[in-house]
């Protein structure tokens, strides 16, 4: 069973930086996508950003602030974040998908990131 486990979240003041990681457990095969979604209190989920056969995308709201990376041999990705803003404050969710005639995506349980003076 695939299991996705995200780390890195807490408490910074407006300017700061996280770095979220996430990595995937019983999995035998590499996903096609890899990203990070976020949901803040009473908004739907968005996504955040993502990477997909070696390209990115970027939510226009982070783009030049956030930084997606992945490491393919460990089935892992990273969100870090500089500059970070009050707006950024929602739970992020790790989120991994594979393509095998149809998508199939995996989620993460969430990680807090809350951004306060």
């Known amino acids: 069973q695939v299991q996705l486990v995200e780390s890195g979240g807490g408490l910074v003041q407006p300017g700061g930086s996280l770095r979220l990681s996430c990595a995937a457990s019983?999995?035998?095969?590499?996903?096609?996508?890899m990203g990070w979604y976020r949901q803040a209190p009473g908004k739907e989920r968005e996504l955040v950003a993502n990477?997909?056969?070696?390209?990115?995308y970027y939510d226009d709201s982070v783009k030049g602030r956030f930084t997606i990376s992945r490491a393919n041999a460990e089935n892992s990705v990273y969100l870090k974040m500089n500059s970070l803003k009050p707006e950024d404050t929602a739970v992020y969710y790790c989120?991994?998908?594979?393509?095998?005639?149809?998508?199939?995506?995996?989620w993460g349980q969430g990680t807090q990131v809350t951004v306060s003076s």
């Open positions: 989120n991994a998908g594979r393509y095998e005639g149809t998508w199939y995506y995996y």
């Open positions: 019983g999995s035998i095969f590499s996903f096609n996508s």
């Open positions: 990477i997909h056969r070696g390209s990115t």
